[in-house]
Every structure is written in structure tokens, then in C-alpha cells.
């Protein structure tokens, strides 16, 4: 049905635009909370999908 799949694209959209500007949002105030070093940021956020990484490879085989 072509609603359906309108519908389906639509939430869909909004959903990426919302986590999108929460992305974008939480961007900005870590960078005025480490005012601008950037190298700390990125060790932060590497160490974030290092740990989800881990979580979903566990998760996976162990069944958590």
C-alpha cells in the first residue's frame, strides 16, 4: 500500500533528524565543556566505539 509506505518514510525521517540535532547538540557542549581539545575528544569518542564494539560482539555470542 503507498501510505503505508509513506508512513513508514516519514517516521523514519523524523527519527534520523532527531537523533541527528541530538548529535549535534551533545557535539557542541562537549566541546565548550573541553573547551576545544580536540585530541581528548577524540580519544573520548574512540574509546565509546571501542566499548560498543566489545558490547555488541559479546552480546552476539554470549546472548546478553
Request: aromatic share 10%; hydrophobic share 60%.
Amino acid at each position: 500500500n503507498n501510505t503505508t509506505i509513506w508512513l513508514h518514510v516519514s517516521i523514519i525521517l523524523v527519527c534520523t533528524f532527531v537523533i541527528s540535532l541530538l548529535g549535534v547538540l551533545l557535539g557542541n557542549f562537549f566541546n565548550r565543556l573541553l573547551k576545544g581539545k580536540y585530541e581528548i575528544a577524540s580519544i573520548i569518542g574512540g574509546v565509546i566505539l571501542i566499548a560498543l564494539a566489545i558490547w555488541v560482539v559479546v552480546s552476539h555470542y554470549v546472548g546478553i
